[in-house]
Every structure is written in C-alpha cells, then in structure tokens.
C-alpha cells in the first residue's frame, strides 16, 4: 500500500474493477446482441429485459453522463469524500460504456482528482 495508497482506497479501487467489468460483461451479453432486442420486443419478455430498458433509459436520456457529472463535481468541491468519488468513478466508466461518454469522463476525472489529488495529508500521508 505504501504511502500514496491507503486499504480503504485499494477497497475503493477493486469496486471501481469489478464494477467496471460487470458494467462491460452485461452490455457484451444484453445490450450489444441484436437478439435481445427482438427477445425483448415480445409479448413474453424475459425478465432480463427490465434491467436493460433501464440501462438504455439511462443512455439514452444522457443520464449516466450527466450522474457522473454530478457525482465528480460533489467530489470535486467537497475535497474528496471516498464514497463519492468511487460513485463517480463507477458511474464516470458506465457512462462511457453506454456512449455517454463527454459528460461521463469529466465527471470520473473530477471524482478521481477529488480522490487522489485533493484529500487532507497528515504528517506527510494522505488521510
């Protein structure tokens, strides 16, 4: 861990990993395939079919941008509370998996600059 990294943000960064590779596995498996959009227009959806009109409501709406943003301006003017900036972290990289790319990435920059650069040091370590 040293002395730039402390446990809790090693927690915070293998939430930000795994939520990345979820965010990244479900849209290779819902999202991308042209089928689920036929399965989905059925009579009988499948069950998967809610979660994923909710992700494409989110991207299409530019709301997973506009979250990220929100998140990393909230980490960015409150000096770096950890929780929100691994939200705006998470959200940021879903943002940018669903094409809401502009707004996302300015929001998980902020959250990790409010994380890593902005935080109180003590006696020469970060808080």
Do not use: H
């Not at 499948?46 to 998140?71: F, T």
């Amino acid at each position: 861990m040293g002395k730039f990294l402390t446990r809790r943000d090693c927690v915070g960064l293998a939430i930000v990993a795994a939520f990345a590779a979820t965010v990244f596995a479900y849209r290779a498996w819902f999202i991308e395939p042209r089928y689920w959009g036929a399965l989905c227009a059925a009579a009988a959806a499948p069950a998967a079919c809610l979660p994923r009109a909710a992700v494409l409501w989110l991207q299409r709406d530019y709301l997973w941008g506009g979250i990220a943003l929100a998140l990393g301006i909230t980490a960015f003017v409150a000096r770096g509370p950890l929780p929100v900036c691994v939200a705006s972290a998470c959200v940021g990289i879903a943002a940018v998996a669903n094409f809401n790319a502009t707004w996302g990435m300015a929001g998980a920059a902020l959250g990790v600059w409010g994380w890593f650069c902005l935080r109180p040091r003590k006696e020469g370590r970060l808080v």
